[in-house]
């Protein structure tokens, strides 16, 4: 004979197991898309930012046209856009070796960051010995320091010279995410690993580095927006000793106030960072979006 406390219609099993698959079938909806919140549309997210953009550029239009504001003042965006069209040659050059300086610092930066960074967590006595240094090189302005390497590597290297105060300006955020991606592995999965005796090497590679993964992206958008900064900034000090960048192209028409040419390099400066921002954003998403928090769709 069955026990009357475990079946019957008095037995809470049956409404627990209900409630379980409905919230099972419920998560898996939302996983599907069935329950996306409307902002989480591409549409809602790449048109709601156009239409504030576009709305600015109307309203700037109008205003300039309006008070009557003179060019050399603030051009309105019409001849800023025609200023490019009729400049697009120079400027293309100019973007290109600006651009050329800011990729080749954030891959000089993110190997470097990352190398060093394993150092630190494999020895803690390099550790104790190089991370003060590299704090120093991030708290010191690279403006001040900019003359010194300018000297130091010769006027005749300025690409060099320019790669360098870059690269300083981009190292510090992927080494110091690094560091902590590599330090916030779970201590269990690391005595485990032991346990079946791993070697650090193993260790490192199949479970610090993809667990550090996250920081590491997070790092590299924070450093690929500094590169470029780091770029115009060394190209701003070394434009008298021959740079040839969008920062450059700024100083030579704000000296002949051509103020809407100012304003083209700027808008190209603005999208250039904007495109490295975007593209590290997908290739987050990419390498993530399968298996980390940040990346899945939530279930609400």
């Known amino acids: 004979m069955?026990?009357?406390?475990?079946?019957?219609?008095?037995?809470?099993?049956?409404?627990?197991?209900d409630t379980l698959a409905k919230e099972?079938?419920?998560?898996?909806?939302?996983?599907?898309?069935?329950?996306?919140?409307?902002?989480?549309?591409?549409?809602?997210?790449?048109?709601?930012?156009?239409l504030v953009g576009v709305v600015v550029l109307l309203i700037w239009e109008w205003a300039v046209d309006h008070y009557?504001?003179?060019?050399?003042?603030?051009?309105?965006?019409?001849?800023?856009?025609a200023a490019m069209a009729g400049n697009i040659a120079s400027l293309m050059e100019s973007w290109w070796v600006t651009f050329s300086v800011t990729v080749q610092a954030f891959v000089l930066a993110l190997v470097g960051g990352v190398a060093l960074a394993i150092l630190f967590t494999?020895?803690?006595?390099?550790?104790?010995?190089?991370?003060?240094y590299a704090v120093i090189l991030q708290v010191t302005p690279v403006v001040s320091?900019?003359?010194?390497?300018?000297?130091?590597?010769?006027?005749?290297?300025?690409?060099?010279?320019?790669?360098?105060?870059?690269?300083?300006?981009?190292?510090?955020?992927?080494?110091?995410?690094?560091v902590m991606g590599l330090r916030s592995v779970d201590h269990n999965l690391i005595n485990l690993f032991k346990l079946y005796g791993a070697s650090r090497w193993q260790v490192l590679i199949q479970l610090q580095m993809p667990a550090a993964l996250p920081y590491i992206l997070a790092g590299m958008k924070?450093?690929?927006g500094l590169a470029l900064i780091g770029a115009v900034v060394a190209e701003f000090v070394g434009g008298a000793s021959g740079a040839a960048g969008l920062a450059w192209r700024i100083i030579e028409a704000g000296n002949r106030?051509?103020?809407?040419?100012?304003?083209?390099?700027?808008v190209m400066m603005s999208l250039t960072g904007i495109a490295i921002f975007f593209a590290l954003h997908f290739l987050q998403h990419f390498l993530l979006r399968r298996w980390h928090e940040s990346a899945l769709r939530s279930e609400s």
């Open 2 to 17: 069955s026990d009357p406390a475990l079946s019957g219609p008095s037995s809470p099993v049956a409404p627990v197991s």
């Open 122 to 132: 494999q020895s803690r006595l390099i550790e104790l010995a190089l991370f003060p």
């Open 24 to 50: 099972q079938a419920d998560f898996a909806a939302a996983q599907a898309g069935g329950q996306r919140n409307w902002s989480e549309t591409v549409w809602a997210r790449a048109g709601i930012p156009t």
């Open 222 to 224: 924070i450093s690929g």
């Open 68 to 81: 009557q504001i003179r060019s050399f003042v603030l051009p309105a965006p019409s001849v800023i856009g």
């Open 257 to 266: 106030l051509q103020i809407d040419r100012m304003f083209a390099a700027l």
């Open 145 to 178: 320091i900019a003359p010194l390497i300018i000297i130091w590597v010769g006027f005749d290297n300025l690409h060099l010279a320019l790669l360098i105060m870059a690269w300083l300006v981009a190292f510090f955020p992927i080494l110091s995410n690094t």
